[in-house]
């Protein structure tokens, strides 16, 4: 099976509940999901995957520091080739996913557009477009394949 990693960092669980969202809808096409917090990922391990996505929520109009720091050693690695989407929630200008897609290609990967951003704590139909985008990006690891 085509393995999916999904990195996130959250403060209040919005951004959280996006990566589970995620995750249910790449598992719901057979897709092999490991999720976890920021912190437990190491980047060199991300190598190990077909396909990454990360999600922060936006402070200060960008990305959360930790996960700067973390896309900056993958573009250090260099993981050419993968597939990957940005998400993240946001308040009012949204910056963070933007910005992680820039960063995501320059490390090499092959991001999708557009970027999932939801305002606050995600609704139901919020919720709904994160399956989606799991199930979107499951279609394209398999076509991959
Ligand atoms: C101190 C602080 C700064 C913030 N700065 C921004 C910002 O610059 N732009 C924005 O769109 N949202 C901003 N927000 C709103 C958060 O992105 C929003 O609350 C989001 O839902 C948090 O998601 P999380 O629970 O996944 O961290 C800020 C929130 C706080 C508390």
Redesign the pocket.
């Known amino acids: 099976m085509p393995k999916l990693a999904i990195v996130y960092l ?7 509940m996006m990566a589970e969202a995620i995750a249910e809808g790449a598992r719901e096409k057979h897709v092999d999901v490991d999720i976890d917090n920021f912190y437990e990922w190491d980047p060199a391990e991300v190598a190990k995957y077909d396909a990454i996505c990360i999600g922060s ?5 960008t990305m959360l520091e930790p996960i700067a720091k973390f896309l900056d050693k993958l573009i250090e690695i260099g993981i050419e080739g993968k597939l990957g989407a940005a998400f ?8 963070a996913p933007v910005l992680i897609a820039e960063k995501l290609r320059k490390a090499g990967v092959e991001v999708i557009d557009p970027v999932l951003r939801i305002q ?2 995600p609704n139901e139909k919020d919720l709904a477009e994160c399956i989606r985008l799991g199930k979107d990006m499951a279609k394209k690891m398999k076509k991959k394949e």
């Not at 959250?10 to 959280?16: A, E, L, R, W």
């Not at 929520?57 to 109009?61: G, I, R, V």
């Not at 993240?88 to 910056?95: D, L, Q």
């Open positions: 959250s403060t209040q669980g919005s951004t959280k929520s936006t402070f200060y109009y993240g929630s946001y308040g009012w200008s949204g910056e606050y704590v």
